[in-house]
């Protein structure tokens, strides 16, 4: 049986679901159905030979004896991504009649977060009516989307009844009591009914539809399964309202190789390619959070690599990355002294306990998306003893020596847990890292300098840098969940600014008939084309991608080729 202690870390990674059912993604083949049928086990068909299996962990071993299985992987827990934008992003031009005189209209923008506050102003047009048309609550209960078997579907004409009654909250419940979904929505599509039109977002008049995403993860943080429901509800229900459809997305984790090749960025490239679709997703906030460690050995060297526990935390892991070619011993030492031993990587899986902190070791193999080696430390304890805490590497067989380390980010630990030497670079968060999406970083557009929080990128084999561009991140006004207007920071600030100027590029091709094939990669292409950039600086690069959003320049050099084109074609 490949890889026999899969469920182990399943078992160990995350408390989730009723009655100790749990989730995995698989990539599979001919009649998944018959599999359920035989193992008692609920399945969810996301296409293009994607699935969500929920069963008892205990028959997780059981998946590997059928042939329909292509391959298995374990849901990541996300969490949020919350730290004179408008025209320094080149956007308020675009808005005006002597411009572009685009606002959206036509274009579905899709929000998978926290949720949205329906009765806030600036998501009603003039009539009072909601922009919403459609939102699926996955932490609700009720009758969910077709195809789905959890949370609760809310369609537009449901809203405007809620809306019509002086309670409304007794028709629909609040539906974004933490507010970072409002604040995004408002930054791409905020109409300024609340301000009189003096604040409004990037596209104003888009029709959104809206997933709240669950909380099954560590600390009821959502998981990557239900971020690819979200994903495949969104793409369905745009091509049956035949628009084209924007996704924005502010979620991300550091558990993954950030090589963009697991089942769940394979999946959101998927997607990315159905329909007239294009995702936008956030950098992260972990550039300046201590939560990357790089390092090099060579054979018979020994490094210490220390990270220190400042808070009160009850869970944190360290995923390890390695060639598999490379043999490491690892030992793990408490901030009082106490040791585990070499840690034996021919074990696979080990269980022990220091000083009242629970420990598990999990070896993981090559898989048929990457031939590079996982090693996943979990401690858990109540709390985890804080101190210096030593993963001494040593090693004993090694032709590349290069590794990396990722503590859990910020919004699951704070910034109480950081390592001693960390590296800033390669802290993108997934699904970030995916190939396909538009990764947005951050930047302070107050006084022109990058945000030293905004997730920075690498080079994957000298073939993928990301992220593409930057936009401003730093105190951006949007809509406050409960009415109003607050400041927001963060690159899931950002993203938004990316994903309203995707609505109007698409309006202005899609929706006015100027290129019908304005989505994917060729709006990523003329948004990296015509990002601004500085004299001083060499790109791309790890912090700026190909540079500063510019929307105005971008639908320039759109409308330049369009006229080339005709005059080609009259030629």
């Not at 990541?76 to 320094?88: F, N, P, Q, V, Y």
């Not at 995004?184 to 300024?192: C, E, F, L, P, R």
């Not at 998981?223 to 369905?236: G, P, Q, V």
């Not at 067989?397 to 960390?422: K, N, R």
Request: proline share 5%.
């Amino acid at each position: 049986m490949p890889d026999a202690n899969f469920y182990y870390k399943n078992l160990l990674q995350y408390p989730q679901g009723n009655m100790g059912e749990f989730e995995v993604i698989v990539k599979f083949n001919d009649d998944i159905q018959r599999v359920a049928a035989e193992l008692d086990l609920q399945v969810e068909v996301l296409g293009y030979s994607f699935a969500i299996l929920t069963l008892r962990p205990e028959l997780i071993p059981y998946l590997y004896n059928y042939k329909e299985i292509e391959y298995i992987e374990l849901p990541k827990t996300l969490s949020l991504i919350l730290r004179e934008s408008m025209s320094h992003a080149c956007i308020t031009s675009v808005h005006s009649q002597e411009g572009y005189n685009l606002s959206g209209e036509g274009v579905l923008v899709g929000i998978i977060d926290s949720g949205i506050d329906y009765v806030h102003p600036d998501f009603r047009d003039e009539n009072g009516n909601s922009r919403i048309l459609f939102f699926w609550d996955q932490t609700g209960s009720g009758t969910p989307p077709a195809g789905f078997f959890g949370g609760v579907e809310y369609t537009n004409s449901r809203f405007n009844f809620a809306l019509s009654h002086d309670q409304p909250y007794e028709i629909i419940p609040r539906l974004d009591s933490i507010g970072h979904g409002t604040a995004v929505s408002g930054i791409i599509a905020g109409n300024g009914r609340a301000s009189a039109g003096r604040e409004y977002g990037v596209a104003p008049k888009a029709s959104l539809g809206i997933v709240k995403l669950g909380k099954r993860g560590w600390g009821s943080f959502a998981l990557t399964t239900e971020i690819m429901r979200a994903l495949k509800y969104l793409s369905d229900r745009a091509q049956e309202l035949n628009m084209p459809l924007v996704i924005n997305l502010s979620f991300g984790t550091n558990n993954g190789s950030h090589l963009g090749n697991t089942l769940f960025e394979s999946y959101i490239n998927e997607i990315s390619q159905q329909g007239k679709t294009a995702i936008v997703v956030a950098a992260g906030n972990e550039g300046s959070a201590g939560h990357h460690f790089s390092g090099h050995i060579n054979q018979g060297q020994e490094m210490d690599v220390q990270f220190t526990v400042a808070a009160e935390v009850d869970s944190l892991f360290l995923t390890f990355w390695k060639s598999f070619v490379d043999t490491f011993d690892l030992e793990l030492t408490t901030p009082c002294g106490e040791r585990s031993g070499i840690l034996n990587p021919t074990e696979n899986f080990r269980r022990f306990n220091l000083r009242g902190t629970d420990i598990a070791v999990y070896y993981g193999q090559p898989s048929i998306y990457n031939d590079d080696q996982e090693i996943f430390i979990l401690l858990r304890a109540a709390p985890i003893p804080q101190g210096l805490w030593t993963l001494r590497v040593g090693g004993r067989q090694v032709v590349e020596g290069e590794f990396q380390i990722w503590l859990p980010t910020t919004e699951e630990v704070g910034l109480g847990v950081s390592f001693t030497a960390p590296d800033p670079n390669f802290t993108l968060t997934l699904p970030a890292t995916a190939e396909k999406v538009i990764s947005v970083g951050g930047y302070d557009a107050a006084i022109d300098s990058a945000a030293d929080f905004s997730g920075r990128g690498y080079a994957n084999h000298g073939q993928l840098l990301k992220p593409d561009l930057v936009a401003p991140a730093v105190n951006i006004l949007s809509t406050r969940s409960g009415g109003g207007y607050d400041t927001f920071s963060g690159t899931s600030m950002a993203a938004p600014f990316v994903t309203g100027s995707v609505a109007l590029i698409m309006e202005w091709g899609i929706v006015r008939g100027n290129d019908p094939f304005l989505y994917g990669q060729r709006i990523k292409a003329f948004l990296q084309r015509t990002a601004n950039r500085s004299q001083e600086m060499s790109y791309p690069n790890p912090l700026w991608g190909y540079g500063r959003l510019c929307l105005k320049a971008a639908l320039d050099a759109l409308t330049a080729y369009i006229s080339q084109s005709s005059l080609a074609a009259r030629d």
